[in-house]
Structures are given as structure tokens and as C-alpha cells.
């Protein structure tokens, strides 16, 4: 479905969603390493702007958890710590694209994580009928801490809260502040298999953030600071860029048909 047919086929309540947000920041990739919160600033991000939160590692995980054959290919190459292949990805990614959420902009975390992938995402959105160019936010951190917060992170399986043991644990050790239930470790959290989700990000993934930092649509955000100041930056760092680039994400412009 192009992006003009799932214009005309919004429901009268959609259609009034993406009208109200005429100055969408447009489409916002989250890259960095393993660990350095694009999840929690994506999420906020998310919330502040009104755009959903399209996580791969999240997008997989579901197909894992609902045991789909996707989900059955993915969770070996995952435990490993390897990368899926960008057919199936993409294909994911493809199919979120079409829910009418996305019409205003969508913020990509995890997502491309090879330069095929980046190559397929600009094709992606071009031909959805995106008019805006997409922003590349790095977040960057030191290895050390990296390490202490991926190893202390633990995941309420019902509800997605994510917790750090050291950082941010939960009221009573062990048990979700949400609905109770047991924290658990991602499996690809364990410090082997991080090693290996480390190597994989400096090979394959290190190489989108320089292509983005060619195009000058990229800026690079210290992550080792709290949730709301890395938040602030991030969102400043993309006015600027949209406005250096007389572009204001632009994708609702096509309000006009209303
Ligand atoms: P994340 O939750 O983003 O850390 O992703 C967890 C795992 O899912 C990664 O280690 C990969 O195995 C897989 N994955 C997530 N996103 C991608 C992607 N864009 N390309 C390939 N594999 C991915």
C-alpha cells in the first residue's frame, strides 16, 4: 500500500490524529551501541512527540514470544547475538509501516542496523510518500558503563518495564513496581553474548552512523546523563537539524486534502 492509499483509507478519527500535528519531527533513527538507552529515550521521545516507537529487537521478540515461524528462525540468530537478515527485518518493519500511526513519523530504534538496511529504509519511506529526509541520532556512552548497565538490566515480562539492579531497581528487589510479576534477564544480556552483540554493532552497525554523519543529517548525544537531559538534547538537536534543513518534518503536509 502506498503511503497516498493509506492516506485515503484513514478513518475520520486518524485523519483528525494526524492533522493535530502538522510540525511532526518526521522520521528519527536512534543508533548506538547495546545498552546505551535508545529503548528508554525512544519511548520518551515517543510520548513527547505524539509518534510511535518502532523497536526491531521489540518487533522480534513479539514474534518469538507468539511463537510465528519468523519468531522461530530469529531467536537462535538473537541468542547467538548475531544479526537477523535484513529480508526478514525489513519485512517487519514493512509491515508495521503500513499501520496509519506511522503517517506523521515514527521514531526507529535499533533500526537500520547494516548500511542494506538504511539503503532500504530512505527507498522505504520515499515511496510511502515521507517528504521529510530522515534524522540519525547517536547516542554514545563508555564501554565500562555500557557493560554495568546491560548486565544490570532486567525486563518485567507482562508489562515491558525495564530496571537496572544498579541504576534503577525495582521497590522490592526482584519483582515488577508495576504488576509484581518476577524481573527476568534478556537472554542476549548475559555477558557472552554481549561481547558478541558488541563486535556485531562496531562491524556492521558503526558503519550507518558514519553514513549519516556524511549526509549531515546525523548528531551524536552523550548518553551518560540523566533520562530527561539526554531527552532535551535529542529534541533540540532535531529542531536544529529540520531547521538548518528548512525542512519541519513536513509529513502532515498533506493536510491540505482535508
Ligand atoms: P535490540 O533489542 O535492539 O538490542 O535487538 C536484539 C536483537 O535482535 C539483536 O541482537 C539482533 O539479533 C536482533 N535485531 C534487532 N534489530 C535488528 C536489525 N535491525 N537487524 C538485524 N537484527 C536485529
Known amino acids: 500500500m502506498d503511503r497516498q492509499s493509506a492516506v485515503s ?3 475520520p478519527l486518524e485523519t483528525a490524529w494526524c492533522v493535530g500535528r502538522g510540525n511532526s519531527p518526521g522520521p528519527i533513527l536512534l543508533l548506538g551501541p547495546p545498552g546505551v538507552g535508545k529503548g528508554t529515550q525512544a519511548k520518551e521521545m515517543g510520548r513527547l512527540w505524539g509518534i510511535p516507537h518502532i523497536s526491531t529487537g ?10 510465528t ?3 522461530r528462525i530469529a531467536q537462535k540468530i538473537m541468542n547467538r547475538g548475531e544479526l537477523v537478515p535484513d529480508s526478514l527485518v525489513c519485512e517487519i518493519v514493512s509491515t508495521r509501516l503500513q499501520d496509519p500511526d506511522t503517517l506523521c513519523g515514527c521514531i526507529f530504534d535499533g533500526f537500520p542496523r547494516t548500511l542494506s538496511q538504511a539503503v532500504w529504509l530512505e527507498n522505504r519511506l520515499s515511496a510511502l510518500g515521507f517528504r521529510s529526509s ?11 558503563q555500557l557493560l554495568r548497565r546491560i548486565t544490570g538490566r532486567r525486563t518485567c515480562p507482562v508489562c515491558q518495564t525495564v530496571y537496572n539492579v544498579n541504576l534503577n ?3 522490592r528487589e526482584g519483582f515488577c513496581d508495576v ?29 550507518v552512523v558514519e553514513h549519516y554523519r556524511a549526509l549531515e543529517r546525523f548528531v551524536s ?3 551518560d546523563r540523566s533520562i530527561g537531559e539526554v531527552a532535551v538534547e535529542i529534541e533540540s538537536a532535531v529542531a536544529r537539524l529540520r531547521q538548518e534543513r528548512s525542512e519541519n518534518g513536513g509529513l502532515c503536509t498533506r493536510t491540505e486534502a482535508y
Open 9 to 11: 483509507c484513514q478513518t
Open 58 to 67: 521489540d518487533l522480534l521478540r513479539s514474534n518469538v514470544t507468539r511463537g
Open 69 to 71: 515461524s519468523l519468531g
Open 134 to 144: 530522515i534524522i540519525a541520532i547517536s547516542i554514545r556512552m563508555a564501554q565500562e
Open 169 to 171: 531497581p525495582p521497590k
Open 179 to 207: 504488576d509484581g510479576a518476577a524481573v527476568v534477564q534478556r537472554t542476549d544480556d548475559a555477558e557472552q553474548v554481549l561481547n558478541e552483540r558488541v563486535r556485531t554493532y562496531e562491524m556492521l552497525t558503526a558503519p
Open 221 to 223: 548525544v552523550n548518553g
